[in-house]
């Protein structure tokens, strides 16, 4: 399955995509769920059929539909952010308040 950065994206599956400017609101529905693991920071993450979140400049808040493995248990990814201004690690925040930054690195695309 080949990434395009933080969402693999395999074609054919994706239905819609839409952005709302005005609102900064961004929607993805896909045919099915996908479980992607990123290589080099050895990461599981799951995109259910619908993702949606608010965008700002380097930042993602109110994400749903996506969620990341840690240890044995899933966590919900509830915002994204790249650090400004060095480029060099995005953070991911949870719904239950943890966060974790990772190189940005790790989420280029794959050939």
Not at 6 to 12: T, Y
Not at 84 to 111: C, V
């Amino acid at each position: 399955m080949p990434s395009q950065g933080d969402l693999p994206l395999e074609k054919g599956d994706i239905e819609e995509f839409g952005y709302n400017r005005e609102a900064g609101f961004i929607w993805l529905t896909q045919k099915k769920k996908i479980s992607h693991v990123f290589k080099q920071i050895k990461k599981m993450v799951s995109y259910e059929p619908e993702v949606t979140a608010f965008v700002e400049t380097y930042k993602m808040k109110k994400v749903t539909g996506v969620t990341a493995k840690e240890l044995l248990l899933w966590h919900c990814v509830v915002e994204i952010y790249l650090d400004n201004p060095s480029f060099e690690k995005l953070t991911f925040k949870t719904g239950m308040g943890l966060s974790r930054s990772l190189p940005a690195s790790a989420f280029e695309l794959e050939h």
